[in-house]
């Protein structure tokens, strides 16, 4: 398998395995988005603001269910995912360029 379907295969299983702890296995609860934050992005969540789970879960919602589907998901993986690249130096040492 090639590194691109690896990763998408882990993508695949985070949600899959976080969606599937209560309810709807279709989407992440609020306590499943807290749970995969908190273990799959450590140090993303600053302990001291537990409103911040709440500001994520309302930044993702698209279609204001209250809960992140897939799709929703999968843009916050692709955001991660730029400000990841924005932040890792070129061979020059600049910035790459922004997505
Ligand atoms: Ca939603």
Not at 9 to 19: I, N, Q
Not at 46 to 61: F, I, N, R, T, Y
Not at 71 to 90: G, H
């Amino acid at each position: 398998m090639s590194d691109l379907m690896i990763s998408i295969k882990s993508m695949l299983d985070v949600f899959t395995r976080y969606a599937s702890r209560d309810g709807d296995p279709n989407s992440l609860s609020k306590p499943e988005l807290k749970e995969l934050l908190e273990k799959e992005l450590t140090g993303f969540l600053d302990p001291k603001d537990p409103s911040q789970v709440d500001q994520v879960l309302k930044g993702l919602d698209q279609d204001k269910s209250g809960t992140v589907d897939f799709q929703e998901y999968v843009t916050m993986v692709a955001v991660l995912a730029c400000m990841c690249r924005d932040f890792k130096p070129s061979s020059k040492g600049a910035a790459q360029k922004k997505c």
